[in-house]
């Protein structure tokens, strides 16, 4: 079993910068690959980014393309993102997950394990 802990988050300005960090553990989770996901009030939850077990394969949403930097530290079994030049549109709960394959997806329903989602406000 994979559990994953998210940290960072908060309360930011537009234009402002937060750091996410996300910690799996058990299981083989330095193979898995990893996303972020986020959901606003009212909406679905949505893609954000994700990066391959070994970090040669990345995707980003088009609105976060340019701002958003995910990256991963298997010897940590760590995750991050970056998030520069916040606007008040990014504002959501944000979530960590790890995908029981290896490669990345952007879809939910291939990521079998969640974190517990920290909230991200961006003030306009």
């Known amino acids: 079993q994979v559990q994953v802990v998210q940290s960072g988050g908060g309360l930011v300005q537009a234009g402002g910068s937060l750091r996410l960090s996300c910690a799996a553990s058990g299981g083989t989770s330095s193979r898995y690959a990893m996303g972020w996901f986020r959901q606003a009030p009212g909406k679905e939850r949505e893609f954000v980014a994700a990066?391959?077990?070994?970090?040669?394969?990345?995707y980003y949403e088009d609105s976060v393309k340019g701002r958003f930097t995910i990256s991963r530290d298997n010897a940590e079994n760590t995750v991050s993102l970056r998030m520069n030049s916040l606007k008040p549109e990014d504002t959501a709960v944000y979530y960590c997950?790890?995908?029981?394959?290896?490669?990345?997806?952007?879809?939910?329903?291939?990521?079998?394990?969640w974190g517990q989602g920290t909230q991200v406000t961006v003030s306009s």
């Open positions: 997950a790890a995908s029981r394959g290896s490669t990345g997806s952007v879809y939910h329903y291939d990521y079998a394990y």
């Open positions: 990066i391959s077990w070994n970090g040669f394969n990345i």
